[in-house]
């Protein structure tokens, strides 16, 4: 069975503050997704990394591959209430969109 | 440029019975693939259609079946309806055979009772 384990599940913290999202797979994936989804919406793309140790950064967002294709991680700058949401990372092993997905961390962000 | 649509938005069913939900690619996508989202959880992949035929299934029981008509859009099909299946079902487009990223609707919430 292949699994992609997301950690933490939970994670509620202050404006400001920075905190890290991680996701692990002892498979290798061919890219990685990341997605986050508010209440009542569907996932909406963040960002997909291809590369080993690529990263990319979208604004305070910032997103790494590991160098063995096998785990990424989401890192956020100075959160904001704006950030409140479910994030989900999501991998693919054959570039054809079967997306095995993360249980996902639920984010708060207090004022 | 709109996106993903789905409708129902929100469906009540009884267990044994039969429901079709509805899918309307982003425009410019000829990929569709359902997911199926349990509270709490992430996305499962249920299957995905291209050009008319279903390309990848996710593991879910023959009762779960689609159709991708010639302008895209796409049907799940769920039959003998489970209270498990109760869960949000999303639908997602993509554009070609090399995927890079999915659109995502805002899904159908189905509670089966």
């Known amino acids: 069975t292949q699994l992609l384990e997301q950690s933490p599940q939970f994670l509620s913290i202050q404006e400001g503050e920075n905190l890290t999202v991680y996701c692990n797979s002892s498979?290798?994936?061919?890219?990685l997704q990341w997605y986050r989804q508010e209440p009542g919406e569907g996932p909406v793309l963040l960002v997909t990394?291809?590369?080993?140790?690529e990263v990319k950064k979208l604004k305070r967002l910032t997103f790494q591959f590991g160098d063995a294709r096998k785990d990424s991680s989401l890192h956020i700058t100075a959160a904001q209430p704006g950030d409140t949401g479910l994030y989900l990372c999501a991998g693919d092993y054959n570039q054809g969109g079967k997306l095995i997905f993360g249980q996902g961390t639920e984010l708060s962000v207090k004022p | 440029d709109a996106g993903v649509t789905q409708s129902p938005t929100h469906l009540i069913k009884t267990r044994g019975q039969q429901v079709t939900l509805r899918c309307s690619p982003k425009s410019g996508h000829d990929t569709v693939s359902w997911y199926q989202q349990a509270l709490g959880q992430g996305p499962q992949f249920i299957f995905q259609?291209?050009?008319?035929?279903?390309?990848q299934r996710g593991n879910f029981p023959d009762r779960f079946s689609g159709h991708q008509f010639p302008n895209y859009s796409s049907e799940l099909n769920v039959n003998a309806l489970l209270l498990g299946d109760s869960a949000l079902y999303l639908c997602?487009?993509?554009?070609?055979?090399?995927?890079?990223?999915?659109?995502f609707g805002s899904g159908t919430r189905l509670t089966v009772v």
């Open positions: 498979s290798v994936f061919s890219s």
């Open positions: 997602a487009s993509s554009l070609g055979r090399i995927f890079y990223g999915y659109t």
């Open positions: 990394v291809v590369t080993g140790g």
């Open positions: 259609y291209y050009e008319e035929e279903e390309r």
